[in-house]
């Protein structure tokens, strides 16, 4: 924690000692400029290596998770059901009210020593993002790297957050000891689409700058294509354009995933939806007519779509390193908790 970090203009008060649970001590929450409009609850974790639920149906056990709620502010974000789990709201709370972990990086060191500890791969920024704005204030991703690095545990980060790049040296030292992945989140390459929907994150194209620099580094970069977002970024020409531009910047692997509709996402996506597309809010209801998942027949055309450009691009499936997406949309059976992805 930088407490140094604080000036005179920021506002700090005690919060709720109770508000989130057992799992942390709240140590403070705070206003400040550099962030407007934003609140940090900052809490001191007494667990920061979190088991994954149904570990088996995804692909990794264990994930850190420094942060709870996204500036990002993805409309479609369903890890904002999650923030209802701390009785806050999942709307623009989610967006606004973050809650950070300031002793994450000392918590994961010692829990990495622990004998019970058996090296598993880490997953980070599965629930939210990790290279957030927040983490620019909070710099709490170098210590958890180099906790990682340590200890050679192999570990990988998704993110849409170009502040990875600021931590590269880092993830190049790391990858020299054990096994690092790396994947961008890029759905779509509409900058209109992205203004609306993805407000707080970087623009595509910065994002596949990412890609790009880490793919300089000699780091592999996969990308998710998550979400497509049926009606709206799924034409023909739209996702050879996006498939295109991941390819140009040197991803080793694109992955597709449609939109899924969860609770705390739904309500607030379909908001959003009746704002700026109201043409379209029957065609989701008849699309979503069944819960959360776009129907099977939708999502293998996506995915068939993907593929083949992907590999009409020189692209190949996430196959090469422990891939960060969910099993492939198609497949029938339980799905991943929201817990676990966000659309990252
Ligand atoms: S989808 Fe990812 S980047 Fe977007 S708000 Fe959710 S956690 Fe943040």
Redesign the pocket.
């Known amino acids: 924690m930088r407490w140094e970090n604080l000036t005179d203009s920021d506002h700090a008060r005690t919060a709720d000692a109770t508000l989130f649970g057992a799992d942390a001590v709240t140590v403070r929450t705070i206003d400040t400029p550099e962030f407007q409009g934003i609140t940090f609850h900052e809490v001191r974790a007494r667990s920061i290596l979190n088991r994954v639920p149904g570990a088996s149906r995804m692909p990794f056990e264990w994930t850190v998770n420094p942060y709870r709620g996204?500036t990002?502010?993805?409309v479609?974000?369903f890890?904002?059901k999650t923030h209802g789990y701390l009785d806050l709201d999942t709307g623009l709370g989610?967006?606004t009210q973050i809650v950070v972990k300031v002793n994450a990086p000392e918590l994961l060191r010692r829990q990495l020593a622990s004998s019970r500890w058996r090296g598993e791969h880490v997953a980070m920024g599965t629930?939210?993002?990790c290279y957030?704005r927040a983490e620019g204030r909070y710099r709490l991703m170098p210590g958890i790297i180099t906790a990682l690095t340590e200890r050679a545990n192999p570990f990988s980060v998704l993110t849409?957050?170009t502040l990875i790049l600021r931590d590269l040296d880092l993830l190049t030292r790391a990858a020299r000891v054990t096994d690092v992945g790396v994947s961008v989140?890029v759905g779509f390459t509409d900058t209109e689409l992205w203004r609306t929907v993805?407000p707080?994150?970087p623009a595509p194209e910065r994002r596949l700058e990412v890609v790009r620099a880490l793919g300089e580094r000699g780091l592999a970069c996969g990308v998710l294509m998550a979400p497509v977002l049926p009606y709206l970024s799924d034409e023909p020409a739209q996702l050879r354009a996006t498939v295109r531009a991941i390819a140009a910047a040197g991803a080793t692997s694109v992955t597709p995933l449609v939109l899924h509709l969860r609770p705390g996402a739904r309500e607030w996506f379909t908001a959003w939806l009746a704002r700026h597309h109201p043409h379209l809010v029957r065609r989701y209801e008849r699309l979503y007519a069944d819960g959360a998942y776009a129907p099977t027949w939708y999502q293998r055309r996506i995915t068939r779509q993907v593929h083949d450009l992907a590999r009409e691009y020189g692209m190949g499936p996430a196959a090469d390193r422990r891939p960060l997406s969910p099993p492939p949309p198609a497949t029938p059976g339980p799905r991943p908790h929201p817990t676990q992805l966000?659309?990252?």
Request: hydrophobic share 25%; net charge negative.
């Open positions: 996204c990002h502010a993805c479609y974000c890890a904002r989610f967006d629930n939210v993002d957030q849409k957050g989140s993805e707080g994150t966000s659309f990252l």
